[in-house]
C-alpha cells in the first residue's frame, strides 16, 4: 500500500479558491489511479475526481465540472486538488485515496487512504 497525507485545506469565503495537496511514500506512486472524496457532516463519502495511472485522464463529479482541477506530479509524488468558485456546500472534510489499477469512483474500490483535509467554506 502507499501511504497519504493530505493538506493545503482552511477556511475561504465564497468564490474563492484553495489548493490541497496529497503526499505519496511507499510504492510508486505513477502506477496507482489517484482520487479525491469529501465527507461533509453526517453525509456519507462522495466521489470528487479522479486521475488515471499512465494516461492522467481526469473525471469529475458534476457538480465540480470547471471549478476543480484534480492533477499529479509523479516526480514528487503529489497528487492535487485546485479548487475556485467555491461555495458553501463544498464545505467537507476532503480525502486522497489510491487504486492499484484503473479505479472508478466507488469509495470501496480504494486501497489507501489519507486522514482527511478540512476545508470550510463561508456564504
Known amino acids: 500500500q502507499v501511504q497519504l497525507v493530505e493538506s493545503g485545506g482552511g477556511l475561504v469565503q465564497a468564490g474563492g479558491s484553495l489548493r490541497l495537496s496529497c503526499t505519496a511514500s511507499g510504492r510508486t506512486f505513477s502506477s496507482y489511479t489517484m482520487a479525491w472524496f469529501r465527507q461533509a457532516p453526517g453525509k456519507d463519502r462522495e466521489f470528487v475526481a479522479r486521475i488515471r495511472r499512465y494516461d492522467s485522464l481526469r473525471y469529475y463529479r458534476d457538480s465540480v465540472k470547471g471549478r476543480f482541477t484534480i492533477s499529479r506530479d509523479n516526480a514528487k509524488n503529489t497528487l492535487y486538488l485546485q479548487m475556485s468558485n467555491l461555495k458553501p456546500e463544498d464545505t467537507a472534510v476532503y480525502f486522497c485515496?489510491?487504486?492499484?489499477?484503473?479505479?472508478?469512483?466507488?469509495?470501496?474500490?480504494?486501497?489507501?487512504w489519507g486522514q482527511g483535509t478540512q476545508v470550510t467554506v463561508s456564504s
Open positions: 485515496a489510491a487504486h492499484r489499477s484503473d479505479g472508478g469512483t466507488a469509495v470501496n474500490e480504494y486501497d489507501s
